[in-house]
T-cell receptor, first 112, second 111 residues
Framework: DAGVIQSPRHEVTEMGQEVTLRCKPI?????LFWYRQTMMRGLELLIY????????DSGMPEDRFSAKMPNASFSTLKIQPSEPRDSAVYFC??????????FGEGSRLTVL | RKEVEQDPGPFNVPEGATVAFNCTYS??????FFWYRQDCRKEPKLLMS???SGNEDGRFTAQLNRASQYISLLIRDSKLSDSATYLC????????????FGQGTELSVKP
């Protein structure tokens, strides 16, 4: 079975550009999470969805960040405009109810 | 105060050593607890859940102390392959779905 699939795996962009990260959760999972990981701050929860509905977005840093889940098999995290301090690894994860949380391989973002 | 705090590490131990990691959490309403393992430049993966009565999986033992809001992970007879970062994970109070990760403790097992 395919795990959580994220794209792109790596992205290098310039400050001010729009960045879109994509995630396909494991089929049948009803919760989806977006995390950001940096050396300084560790893994931070940005937002999570239950049944495609955003439940808690209190971790989203600011208005430049937005996330959507138009259906059960797809989610996006968008940063517009991007800034150097957004450089991090962005992980998407999914789970079924309160089961094990499965992570994608991450999207490594570098903003120059 | 952070919601989930862990020993800062890194822990450098010889093969065969026993090593213990500690984690404290701030929300007394938390119900679910886990240890995840993350290898360098990889995604975190579930190591084990932590149950109220404590639980063991081979060389790994996890314990929970609700009164002190404290979780521990004990690794016995450590192997080179145990070298990784260990992340303590707690659900946020009565928000069952919201999982908060600690900063992680790095373990390096040397020959």
């Amino acid at each position: 079975d395919a795990g959580v699939i994220q794209s792109p795996r790596h992205e290098v962009t310039e400050m001010g550009q729009e960045v879109t990260l994509r995630c396909k959760p494991i089929s049948g999972h009803n919760s989806l999470f977006w995390y950001r990981q940096t050396m300084m701050r560790g893994l931070e929860l940005l937002i999570y969805f239950n049944n495609n509905v955003p439940i808690d977005d209190s971790g989203m840093p600011e208005d430049r960040f937005s996330a959507k889940m138009p259906n059960a098999s797809f989610s996006t995290l968008k940063i517009q405009p991007s800034e150097p301090r957004d450089s991090a690894v962005y992980f998407c994860a999914s789970r079924q109810h309160i089961g094990e949380l499965f992570f994608g391989e991450g999207s490594r973002l570098t903003v120059l | 105060r952070k919601e989930v705090e862990q020993d800062p590490g890194p822990f450098n131990v010889p093969e065969g050593a026993t090593v213990a990691f500690n984690c404290t959490y701030s929300n007394s309403a938390s119900q679910s607890f886990f240890w995840y393992r993350q290898d360098c430049r990889k995604e975190p993966k579930l190591l084990m859940s932590v149950y109220s009565s404590g639980n063991e999986d081979g060389r790994f033992t996890a314990q929970l102390n609700r009164a002190s809001q404290y979780i521990s992970l004990l690794i016995r007879d450590s192997k080179l392959s145990d070298s990784a970062t260990y992340l303590c994970v707690v659900n946020k109070g009565n928000q069952g779905g919201k999982l908060i990760f600690g900063q992680g403790t790095e373990l390096s097992v040397k020959p």
